[in-house]
């Protein structure tokens, strides 16, 4: 069943030094219950696709077309109280800095007990409620009263989750929602993510720029570099074979414990999207661009069932160079 929808998205930022195509021609969607893993270089927009989904840009970005359709209406032409409500009750969002959530001078429980509030419950529900989700992700009944200071990273972490679930929404964005944590809590919050991805049957889209951890976690795969999709598919379709020649670049930067060869990394710099390249948005760190790369924007296409890649040569390039 469809959970999300995302079609023909495009997000700009309007800075001083120049308008930046941060999500062009994006579509994609989603469905109940899966993992999907955002990948991509430093600056590529992951996380400007994941604020679009709540329609929550901050400024100076804007949204300047496409829609995200959430249960069959587009949340991108909702007014602030449709949205307020949506927020949180259908699609809610899990960051890398749980302050991003958390008010440190606020005991949790009671900032928790007020977002339930906000969203309708009476004072009592909201504090059972708020009781039971703290001890369904883990936090010990002592630690309900403390403030944020007093928990550990992976803890303060739990609270974001339980907050971010507490509504039952759909939808979960969780953008590098580990990476600031060590690698032992990091397999805590994804094992728990992926426990309340199963057990509610939500969708989790998870942003990352670690790539061991998406192969390791997630159903599907999107692939993006200066703002678009490269390469869309089933975690399994990808390993099988990439089509994008990114793709296969990003991957190959993974050191493999197995062989003896160097991990290859990516040579040049993500492309200045206040002026993108002409033509395929890689060409110029391509090694297999074209003079027709340098020219004309490749659009995205099915390869195969359900795999999608926006390359030129897409389902051409030699088997030789798959990784
Ligand atoms: N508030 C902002 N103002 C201006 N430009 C921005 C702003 N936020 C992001 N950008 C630009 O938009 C593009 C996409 O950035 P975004 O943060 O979405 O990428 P990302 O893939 O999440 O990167 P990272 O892995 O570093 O978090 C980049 O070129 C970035 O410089
Ligand atoms: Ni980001």
Redesign the pocket.
């Known amino acids: 069943m469809e959970a999300l929808r995302v079609e023909d998205l495009w997000v700009r930022y309007y800075t001083a030094s120049g308008i930046v195509s941060a999500v062009s021609a994006v579509s994609f969607n989603m469905e109940r219950g899966e993992m999907l893993g955002v990948v991509g270089e ?1 600056g590529s927009g ?3 696709l ?1 604020f679009a989904l709540m329609n929550m840009v901050p400024p100076p970005g804007r949204i300047v077309k496409g829609a995200v359709i959430l249960e069959g209406r587009n949340i991108l032409e909702l007014g602030n109280k449709e949205l307020r409500e949506i927020r949180g009750s259908k699609i809610s969002m899990v960051f890398q800095d749980p302050f991003t959530t958390l008010d440190p001078l606020r005991r949790v429980s009671d900032q928790f007990v007020e977002f339930l509030m906000e969203h309708g419950l009476s004072r009592e529900e909201a504090q059972s409620r708020s009781y039971e989700l703290l001890a369904a992700v883990g936090i010990p009944e002592r630690l309900r009263n403390a403030y944020p200071h007093q928990l550990s990273g992976g803890q303060k972490q739990r609270v974001s989750i339980a907050m971010a679930i507490a509504l039952k929404p759909s939808i979960v964005v969780a ?2 929602p580990t990476t600031a944590l060590d690698v032992i809590v990091q397999k805590q919050i994804m094992d728990l993510m992926n426990e309340i991805r199963a057990k509610h049957n939500v969708s989790i889209m998870l ?1 990352t720029h670690d790539i061991a951890l998406a192969l390791e976690r997630t159903d599907k795969i999107l692939v993006m570099y200066g703002g678009e999709i490269m390469e869309y598919a089933s975690k399994d379709d990808l390993m099988r074979e990439m089509h994008h020649p990114y793709t296969r670049a990003l991957f190959a930067s993974l050191p493999r414990i197995s062989s003896k060869e160097l991990p290859r990394f990516l040579k040049g710099y993500p492309p200045d999207l206040r002026n993108p390249p002409k033509g395929c948005v890689f060409n110029p760190r391509c090694e297999y661009a074209t003079d027709k790369c340098r020219v004309e924007k490749p659009v995205l296409k099915e390869v195969s069932p359900g795999h999608y890649a926006s390359c030129h040569y897409a389902g051409e390039l030699d088997a030789s160079s798959r990784t």
């Open positions: 430093s992951k996380s400007t994941g953008d590098e942003i």
